[in-house]
């Protein structure tokens, strides 16, 4: 278990990570998410007492970082995959770590089986593409057998087996009891990953939530119809007071009734139906509306600063409230 209380960083009038108090707690994958900037690699520096907090704490299985014996055996982190001595093979990079933590070299051959880089572990990683890099770095947190593991942007570089081999062993490593904390940029890969999220913005929590809730919280639900029987359909629909808005493709979108209720209503009217599909926005659009007043980098097309446009194919319900600052369940 990770646990942060009122977590601060600035860095001269900078306020990279301000107040942030949360617990990652064990048995699952918590996914870190936040725009650029919004200080993600600062917070997870000082989980592992590579920058000083200003203010507040961070505790690793309720101790500092400092008064952990052999630090490596409780956390193990992939923070920079270049981080590794090139000139050094890949079997004496992490040789080297396992000596200095006291960890059995047999350790060594297993983890490097695990990221599958047994074949390549004489080789110099200098020499090594940036998939590989990050396998050894995933290899080199492994090494301890810790029970809590981070990983920023694990999946760089890596190809589509690479990322279905790291989504994998992520979700084993928490199936064992582990914490495992995790940031990504790729959100439909992180939708598939986490079982619950941590949220930043501009270093302010924003949202401390399962996966499904903040899906759910943060996006419109609405359920799709097709039918060759369209005007007919419209005219049930709205007979039975129920209010259809159209859209693209001859579609029919229907707010706050279930595919249940729906498919029912044109059975009773005789009505064929050639779609009816509940329809819920991605991780990606929820994301992107959460964070829309909490991005520090704009691309140039918005010169005001303002918030990204919604993406393509969001349509966000009136009842959408932003939740600056909001703590759980927000
Ligand atoms: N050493 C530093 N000195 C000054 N400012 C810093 C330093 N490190 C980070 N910052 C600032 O703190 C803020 C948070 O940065 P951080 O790298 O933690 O964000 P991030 O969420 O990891 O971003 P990204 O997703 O782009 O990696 C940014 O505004 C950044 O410019």
Redesign the pocket.
């Known amino acids: 278990m990770i646990e942060l209380d009122g977590l601060t960083?600035r860095?001269?009038n900078?306020v990279?990570?301000d107040q942030l108090s949360c617990v990652i707690k064990p048995g699952m994958v918590t996914g870190f998410l936040?725009?650029?900037?919004?200080?993600?690699?600062?917070?997870?520096?000082m989980m592992l007492d590579l920058d000083n907090p200003t203010s507040g704490s961070v505790r690793i299985d309720g101790k500092h970082y400092r008064e952990l014996e052999e630090p490596l055996k409780y956390i193990g982190a992939l923070l920079d995959a270049k981080a590794m001595h090139g000139g050094r093979s890949a079997y004496n990079n992490l040789l080297c770590l396992a000596q200095s933590n006291r960890i059995p070299e047999q350790r060594v051959a297993e983890v490097l089986e695990t990221v599958g880089l047994t074949a390549v572990a004489r080789k110099k990683s200098k020499g090594f593409s940036l998939g590989m890099g990050q396998r050894l770095g995933i290899a080199s947190a492994l090494l301890g057998d810790p029970r809590i593991l981070m990983f920023?942007?694990p999946v760089n570089g890596l190809d589509p087996e690479g990322i279905h081999w790291i989504r994998n062993l992520m979700k084993t490593l928490a199936s064992q009891g582990r914490t495992i904390f995790v940031?990504s940029?790729l959100m439909s890969e992180m939708a598939l990953t986490a079982d619950h999220l941590i949220v930043?913005g501009q270093?302010r929590l924003l949202a401390d939530t399962s996966m499904a809730d903040f899906i759910q919280e943060n996006s419109r639900s609405y359920v799709r119809l097709r039918s060759p029987q369209q005007e007919r359909l419209r005219d049930a629909l709205h007979q039975e007071g129920v209010v259809a808005v159209e859209a693209d493709g001859g579609t029919l979108e229907v707010d706050g009734a279930t595919t249940e209720d729906l498919g029912e209503l044109a059975a009773r009217h005789g009505i064929t139906l050639h779609e009816l599909s509940a329809q819920r926005a991605s991780l990606e659009e929820a994301f992107m509306q959460m964070t829309a007043g909490a991005v520090?980098y704009h691309a140039h097309s918005e010169p005001g600063g303002g918030a990204p446009p919604p993406p393509a194919g969001a349509q966000w319900g009136e009842g959408w409230v932003q939740r600056p600052g909001g703590g759980e369940g927000a």
């Open positions: 960083k860095y001269g900078k990279a990570v936040g725009p650029n900037g919004a200080g993600k690699s600062t917070t997870m520096r920023d942007e940031s940029h930043i270093g520090e």
